[in-house]
């Protein structure tokens, strides 16, 4: 495998279950990410960890909880979510954080919210 | 509030023909600039990147202006393909006090008609 794969791809779920998105990446890179994207919306950034260690939260609401147990892995956990939380979540890493860094997204799950 | 715009939402040109897509910034510390491109079901691409340090960086058919008076940015598809038909990101990041993540656009849908 390589890049970044994202699991699952879809996922329809109650406002009151626990999902659990994945991300993993096979390129050796140090950050990774959480976004973001509603229809007509700018891309949201959500978490970012560098090193395992979260190193930016963007005022995210706590039913959203990320975990990265190490720096090839990514998890958002998601619980007691709302009807306009669904959206595609897109996951990405990066080498790390210099100005010209470029990121490299997965395919992204895109969540409904019933 | 938006600091980074993509105000066209959509974009229609003939196979051919030029594809100029726009981007404003409002954030005079972003100082590097990037393009992804997104096909439906997968995850934004990179595709081009200018530092404000230049005012244009051409890779192939693709070419991005940068005006940094203005605080505007494009991207030139020249000649426009079908397969170019995707959505289109405008991201920026900066050094010097600015944010090392890059700040996306909401997305242009480019359609280029055979």
């Known amino acids: 495998e390589t890049g970044v794969t994202q699991t699952p791809r879809h996922l329809v779920m109650g406002m009151t279950n626990k999902k659990s998105l994945k991300c993993e990446q096979h390129?050796?890179?140090?950050?990774m990410y959480w976004y973001k994207q509603s229809a007509k919306k700018p891309l949201e950034l959500m978490f970012v960890?560098?090193?395992?260690?979260?190193?930016e939260n963007n005022s995210v609401p706590s039913r959203f909880s990320p975990e990265c147990p190490n720096s090839s892995h990514l998890f958002l956990h998601l619980h007691t979510l709302q009807p306009e939380d669904s959206a595609l979540y897109l996951c990405?890493?990066?080498?790390?954080?210099?100005?010209?860094?470029?990121?490299?997204f997965g395919s992204g799950t895109q969540l409904s919210v019933l | 509030d938006q600091q980074v715009k993509q105000n066209s939402p959509s974009l229609s040109v003939q196979e051919g023909r030029i594809s100029i897509l726009n981007c404003d910034y409002t954030n005079s510390m972003f100082d590097y600039f990037l393009w992804y491109k997104k096909y439906p079901a997968e995850g934004p691409t990179f595709l081009i990147s200018?530092?404000?340090?230049?005012d244009k960086n051409e890779d192939g058919r693709f070419t991005v202006f940068l005006n940094k008076s203005a605080k505007h940015l494009s991207l030139h598809i020249v000649p426009s393909q079908p397969g170019d038909s995707a959505v289109y990101f405008c991201a920026a990041s900066g050094t010097s006090g600015g944010s090392y993540i890059p700040t996306f656009g909401r997305g242009t849908s480019l359609i280029v008609h055979p």
């Open positions: 990405a890493s990066s080498q790390g954080f210099a100005t010209n860094e470029k990121l490299f």
């Open positions: 390129l050796g890179h140090n950050a």
């Open positions: 960890y560098s090193l395992e260690e979260r190193v």
């Open positions: 200018i530092s404000s340090i230049k």
